[in-house]
């Protein structure tokens, strides 16, 4: 079993910046991909970025791409969600989760990943 608790969601405004956190537990974490997904209300659940096991390749969607930066640092079994430049349209729930995808397609599919945090909100604001 894997345990995975998000953090640093909150409030800013447009332009401005957050880091969210996802920290794991309960089995070797650098085995797994970690990826972040978000959802916005009455939406589906999208992906935003995902990271391999040893850290050595990302993957983005294309909206968040130049202002989001996927990290992780396996001797903290944490992942990390640079986001900056943030707009309203990138106000959601950001979930993150564990998985072992092995396609680049796969990195980008929920149904891929077997473990899932809470979710943290992040807003926006105009």
């Known amino acids: 079993q894997v345990q995975l608790v998000e953090s640093g969601g909150g409030l800013v405004q447009a332009g401005g910046s957050l880091r969210l956190s996802c920290a794991a537990s309960g089995r070797t974490f650098t085995r797994y991909a970690m990826g972040w997904f978000r959802q916005a209300p009455g939406k589906e659940r999208d992906f935003v970025a995902a990271?391999?096991?040893?850290?050595?390749?990302?993957y983005y969607a294309d909206v968040v791409k130049g202002r989001f930066t996927i990290s992780r640092d396996n001797a903290k079994n944490t992942v990390y969600l640079q986001m900056n430049s943030l707009r309203p349209e990138d106000t959601a729930v950001y979930y993150c989760?564990?998985?072992?995808?092995?396609?680049?397609?796969?990195?980008?599919?929920?149904?891929?990943?077997?473990?899932w945090g809470q979710g943290t909100q992040v807003t926006v604001s105009s």
């Open positions: 989760a564990v998985g072992l995808p092995v396609t680049e397609k796969q990195y980008a599919q929920a149904g891929d990943y077997d473990y």
């Open positions: 990271i391999s096991g040893s850290g050595g390749s990302t």
